[in-house]
């Protein structure tokens, strides 16, 4: 899971490069975040997106959920497979 925090809108991702993208509207009233995983749980680390709240934007895009749902119905776990990359923006960028 890549973490990406930019001061503005970041450029589209080509959709060809994953499964499945969403955007959303996401408010800070600390200007932190915390990301878990279903996983592995909460990240170590709390990303930073601002001395104090806000409002903000997220995309996030995954690829390998089919792949790792197809190797955990068998005998595998299907953990490392999947990948998201998960992008804040300020809202007014």
Same mark, same amino acid.
């Given at each position: 899971?890549?973490? @990406?925090?930019?001061?503005? %809108?970041?450029?589209?991702?080509?959709?060809?490069?994953?499964?499945?993208?969403?955007? %959303?509207?996401? @408010?800070?009233?600390?200007?932190?975040?915390? /990301?878990?995983?279903?996983?592995?749980?909460?990240?170590?680390?709390? #990303?930073?997106? *601002?001395? *104090?709240?806000?409002?903000?934007?997220?995309?996030?895009?995954?690829?390998?959920?089919?792949?790792?749902? %197809?190797?955990?119905?068998?005998?595998?776990?299907? /953990?490392? /497979?999947?990948?998201?990359? #998960?992008?804040?923006?300020? %809202?007014? *960028?």
């Amino acid at each position: 899971m890549d973490v @990406e925090v930019w001061d503005g %809108a970041p450029p589209p991702q080509d959709p060809g490069d994953w499964d499945e993208q969403a955007e %959303a509207d996401f @408010e800070s009233t600390s200007g932190q975040v915390a /990301v878990w995983s279903m996983h592995t749980g909460r990240m170590d680390d709390v #990303i930073t997106l *601002a001395d *104090a709240g806000g409002s903000w934007r997220v995309r996030v895009s995954c690829v390998g959920r089919a792949e790792a749902a %197809a190797l955990s119905e068998g005998e595998g776990t299907g /953990v490392g /497979v999947e990948r998201y990359l #998960i992008e804040f923006w300020p %809202a007014d *960028a």
